[in-house]
């Protein structure tokens, strides 16, 4: 029970990363994919719309870490070992996006041109979310010794190209409500770029069944609720993006993504690396699960609240 407990905690601080975190990512790709007159002022709604908070939403996937780490010590080194190309590339995306947000906010100039730091700011967002989509291809496949060679896997592009776009989906979401409040004129653009990213979204999870592995698709009726309340939750989204009621939008298009995440993991139990390693045969010790278990949980507790008052605040803000 400790052992499934911990895998819940571990699916549910990946669900917050991917729908706080991925819209920070996405709203990267909206920075590099800016155009037209109104180019500069998307780019301050986008930098002004993830700058108080981009940098705690990297604690979701820290404590995704850590319960892997002391729930899963095998699972975390087949990790370290069999998805070090991609995981590295996503590390390395990680730093050198935080590194040219700082740079390009506040640098003024004096580590280089700031524009050159958009530049590194907005394809390191691109680069993370698409190679921890193939890190994810990797666990379902259990390709872990391929190396770099996962990334020229189809069904790996295509996970990362689904995280990819799933981000850009959601940050368009977000963005419509924070243009909303500040820059009205903004909103038309990123109404249709949400629509564009649930349509490539869209296409490219259809596009996924069919290359399924079989460690998947013999399961895959576990995940079709989670399916069918992900294209439900993402026709929703479009409708209220219509009758302009974003803050309603914004919950719908998380459950539209989370509930991709947790089709996966539905499909995948009890294997967590596809013909490698299980649940029970991955686990620590039953006193180290125990442990690790209430240590989660009293984390969670304190956690929580804080980062929720944490977005509260900073929502307040008048821009």
Not at 31 to 53: E, F, H, W
Request: hydrophobic share 55%.
């Amino acid at each position: 029970m400790s052992a499934t407990g911990i895998l819940i905690v571990i699916i549910l601080a990946l669900s917050a990363y991917l729908v706080l975190g991925g819209a920070d990512f996405g709203g990267g790709i909206w920075d590099l994919l800016a155009y037209g007159r109104t180019a500069d002022d998307q780019r301050t709604l986008i930098s002004r719309s993830i700058g108080p908070v981009w940098e705690a939403n990297h604690v979701w996937l820290i404590l995704a870490l850590v319960a892997t780490f002391s729930g899963f010590p095998q699972v975390y080194e087949e990790i370290g070992r069999g998805l070090a190309v991609p995981v590295a590339f996503a590390l390395i995306g990680i730093v050198l996006r935080g590194a040219a947000y700082v740079y390009k906010s506040y640098g003024d100039g004096a580590a280089g041109p700031d524009h050159l730091w958009g530049r590194v700011f907005a394809v390191a967002s691109a680069v993370t979310p698409y190679m921890l989509g193939v890190a994810a291809a990797g666990l379902a496949t259990g390709r872990l010794d391929k190396g770099a060679g996962l990334l020229a896997d189809p069904f790996a592009a295509l996970t990362g190209g689904l995280a990819l776009a799933s981000t850009a989906f959601l940050a368009a979401v977000y963005l419509c409500h924070d243009a909303a409040k500040s820059a009205p004129g903004l909103v038309p653009i990123f109404r249709r770029r949400a629509l564009g990213g649930a349509i490539v979204a869209g296409a490219l999870a259809l596009a996924l069944l069919p290359s399924l592995p079989s460690g998947l698709d013999n399961h895959l009726g576990r995940a079709a609720p989670f399916i069918g309340i992900s294209a439900a939750a993402g026709v929703a989204t479009l409708i209220l993006l219509w009758r302009r009621e974003f803050r309603a939008a914004r919950a719908t298009a998380a459950l539209a993504v989370a509930t991709i995440l947790w089709g996966w993991a539905a499909a995948q139990y009890p294997a967590i690396i596809i013909g490698h390693l299980t649940v029970d045969s991955a686990s620590a010790t039953p006193a180290t699960l125990r442990a690790t278990f209430a240590v989660l949980v009293a984390g969670l507790v304190l956690l929580a609240p804080g980062i929720l008052y944490l977005f509260r605040v900073f929502s307040r803000t008048e821009p």
